[in-house]
């Protein structure tokens, strides 16, 4: 079965950069959406941003001119480049892709701790 692996997380301080990674363990055909999504402790699972096959790229918010997303169609790998860290963007960092099919992959998470 096809897995999704994180990585690139790790502690930084405050206002430093972290990049995050996803590649798939196997191939994915007809991939729709890549996206990055986060949960904090105590907090429901969010989305970071996504960016669609064609289409449009989106962010939470909260994030906006600060990560950005892109995605290697090549080797199907998404990454998420996140600058000017903020103690509030702890997280475990989620990658997801969904297929054109409606099938959806997940990670297991990687942490981000943003801390002095």
């Known amino acids: 079965q096809v897995q999704l692996v994180e990585s690139g997380g790790g502690l930084v301080q405050p206002g430093g950069s972290l990049t995050l990674s996803c590649a798939a363990s196997?191939?994915?055909?007809?991939?729709?959406?890549m996206g990055w999504y986060r949960q904090a402790p105590g907090k429901q699972r969010e989305l970071v941003a996504t960016?669609?096959?064609?289409?449009?790229?989106n962010y939470a918010d909260s994030v906006k001119g600060r990560f950005t997303i892109s995605r290697d169609n090549g080797k199907n790998t998404v990454t998420l480049q996140m600058n000017s860290l903020k103690p509030e963007d702890t997280a475990v960092y989620y990658c997801?892709?969904?297929?054109?099919?409606?099938?959806?992959?997940w990670g297991q998470g990687t942490q981000v701790t943003v801390s002095s």
């Open positions: 960016l669609t096959s064609g289409g449009p790229t």
């Open positions: 997801s892709y969904l297929t054109t099919g409606a099938s959806a992959y």
């Open positions: 196997g191939r994915i055909f007809s991939i729709y959406s």
